[in-house]
């Protein structure tokens, strides 16, 4: 299989509007505390039978993708990583929460930085030094995200 058509296929509006909603809908359980409980795993059973539906309303035949989370190797530098990983989600616990701990990072990030356009650099010198620890984990998680896609 073409990793082109994959990305053609993630660069559908509809597809990448269905990810995006679904992982902004459900990312918030997910933290860099990595504590895991079965409402991860029925979330992730959820994502997975989302992506099904996707596929399988799509030109791109299911089983050719199952062979390709099998043999396919990934590096962070790989141009289709961010499409690839969705699908490799699909098989793969530990790459999903990555992900979706990452959307909630994002997501608490932007919140932080509305705040600091609406309250100014004050409030975020305060909180910064109030979760410094919680940054920290951020920075590590990402840094073990790029180290676990070189053996994906």
């Known amino acids: ?45 959820e994502f997975s039978e989302m992506m099904k ?18 043999t396919y190797k990934i590096t962070e530098d790989d141009p289709s990583f961010s499409s690839i990983s969705y699908i490799i989600a699909l098989w793969n616990f530990e ?9 909630n990072v ?6 932080l930085h509305y705040i600091q356009q609406k309250y100014g650099n004050q409030f975020m010198y305060v909180y910064i030094l109030n979760n410094f620890f919680y940054l920290k ?6 840094f073990l995200i790029i180290i676990a896609a070189k053996f994906i």
């Not at 058509?5 to 990595?34: G, R, Y």
């Not at 994002?106 to 919140?111: G, H, I, R, T, Y």
């Open 106 to 111: 994002d997501l608490q990030l932007e919140a």
């Open 137 to 142: 984990i951020i920075y590590i998680m990402i």
């Open 95 to 103: 790459l999903f929460y990555q992900l979706m701990t990452l959307v």
């Open 53 to 70: 539906s996707l596929l399988n309303s799509s030109s791109i035949d299911y089983n050719q993708i199952q062979e390709m989370y099998t």
């Open 1 to 45: 299989m073409d990793t082109k058509e994959l990305e053609n296929f993630f660069s559908d509006p509809m597809v990448s509007a269905h990810i995006e909603s679904f992982m902004d809908a459900h990312c918030s359980i997910f933290t860099c505390e990595k504590e895991i409980h079965s409402e991860h795993y029925a979330t992730h059973k």
